[in-house]
């Protein structure tokens, strides 16, 4: 079952400019995290953040929580044309199990 | 260096022909998983293993089996391959992390399978 809802699921912007990302859950969760993916690549984790945190920062990347509305949102600040890749945010529930639950995705590109 | 590594990366096959897609990682592990990324549908867990002989059914487990008979490797078969099991596959481990609970996953570069 999909858990996460991205929005958009394409966006393109301009090198320079900000990027949003958003993620809806349905469900509680223990943390979210934010996966980037190359064009048929593997993804990557990008960042973490647990259900009790609200923001957290990793270089040009800044995550939102808000648990009461089960929602999350990922900006990528002064974007450029190798950010162009699609987005996943992914849930991990509140048992221990290690399964996360992928998002759709978001696919951004970043024009030169 | 770690990672999660799978072969083949690319696969063409017949209908019915019985395949095992291999997944290794060297990172000591406990957790193991397999997805498929299908367009429109993201990505689905097939199946997964929280340690060595223990697995269990992820969201789309229906032509696929797994075994975990040692701790870096978590192989995929297809018993009888159809068409609809078409996609792009990747496997993934992670562990608990210090927190106990992080399961921050490292991907393997994917396998691009077709059934004709």
């Known amino acids: 079952s999909q858990q996460g809802e991205e929005d958009p699921q394409a966006l393109s912007i301009q090198e320079g400019e900000n990027a949003t990302m958003n993620c809806s859950y349905k469900?509680?969760?223990?943390?979210l995290q934010w996966y980037r993916q190359n064009s048929g690549r593997g993804l990557v984790h990008l960042i973490l953040?647990?259900?009790?945190?609200r923001e957290k920062h990793s270089g040009r990347l800044r995550v939102t929580l808000d648990t009461s509305k089960k929602s999350s949102s990922l900006l990528i600040t002064a974007s450029r044309a190798a950010d162009t890749a699609s987005y996943f945010c992914?849930?991990?529930?509140?048992?221990?199990?290690?399964?996360?639950?992928f998002g759709q995705g978001t696919t951004l590109q970043v024009k030169p | 260096e770690a990672q999660v590594t799978q072969n083949p990366r690319y696969l063409i096959t017949v209908t019915g022909k019985k395949l095992t897609v291999t997944c290794s990682q060297n990172?000591?592990?406990?957790?193991m998983s397999w997805y498929r990324q299908d367009p429109g549908l993201g990505l689905r867990q097939i199946y997964y293993?929280?340690?060595?002989?223990?697995?269990d059914k992820g969201d789309v487990p229906e032509g696929y089996k797994v075994s975990r008979k040692e701790k870096r490797n978590f192989p995929l078969i297809l018993e009888s391959p159809s068409p609809n099991q078409t996609s792009l596959y990747f496997c993934?481990?992670?562990?608990?992390?210090?927190?106990?609970?992080?399961?921050?996953?490292?991907f393997g570069p994917g396998t691009r399978l077709t059934v004709t």
């Open positions: 993934a481990s992670s562990s608990p992390g210090t927190s106990g609970r992080s399961y921050e996953q490292y």
């Open positions: 469900t509680s969760i223990n943390n």
């Open positions: 953040i647990r259900s009790n945190e």
């Open positions: 992914a849930t991990a529930g509140s048992g221990n199990t290690g399964k996360l639950i």
């Open positions: 990172m000591n592990h406990e957790y």
């Open positions: 293993s929280m340690n060595v002989e223990v697995t």
